[in-house]
């Protein structure tokens, strides 16, 4: 339960971040997605 309300913060905050952050931190992105999916499964 605490990964996914972590996971939501995670979105909630990259979402607010510049467009120049967000960019930076899209590996980062895709790397919290991967570990979301194996937290799922």
Known sequence: MKAII???????????LPADAE????????TALADYDALQN
């Open 6 to 16: 972590l996971f939501g913060l995670f979105i909630l905050f990259s979402s607010l």
């Open 23 to 30: 960019e930076n931190l899209s590996e980062y992105d895709a």
